[in-house]
């Protein structure tokens, strides 16, 4: 009588996860991205301007070094010297910036085609 009546009583099943896991799932998501070197609010829900710095932060300590890596490696490896890669285009995300550059280029008396090449305005060739 007593397991039947032990059949009706409902009884959670599956998993029961202790309640710091969100909070070590969130430390995990971010170690990684971090080991990455992706910032983490490129893949969270920050604000814009957290997100367009962490980009800006990304592509210059990210994509770049690395290419510029490869590119010797690749250099040396196969006896080719100057191997490299152009990444001139990851920069168009950020014109106001690139326009402050120029003015600020210009102002301390470097010459305006100079001042437009350095600031990435332009491109040589």
């Known amino acids: ?23 070590l799932l969130t430390d995990v998501f971010g170690a990684v991205h971090n080991a990455c070197g992706e910032p983490v609010s490129l893949a969270t829900h920050a604000d814009g301007t957290s997100q367009r710095e962490s980009f800006h932060r990304f592509l210059t300590t990210g994509p770049e070094p690395l ?50 090449a350095n600031s990435g305005l332009i491109v040589d060739g």
Do not use: C
């Open 1 to 23: 009588m007593a397991a039947s009546q032990a059949d009706w009583q409902p009884r959670r099943i599956g998993a029961n996860p202790p309640a710091v896991l969100p909070t």
């Open 67 to 116: 290419g510029e890596l490869v590119a010797d490696e690749l250099s040396h490896k196969l006896d080719t010297p100057g191997i490299r890669f152009d990444s001139t285009g990851t920069y168009t995300h950020d014109p106001a910036g690139r326009a402050q550059a120029f003015r600020k280029l210009v102002q301390s008396g470097i010459d305006t085609d100079r001042a437009l």
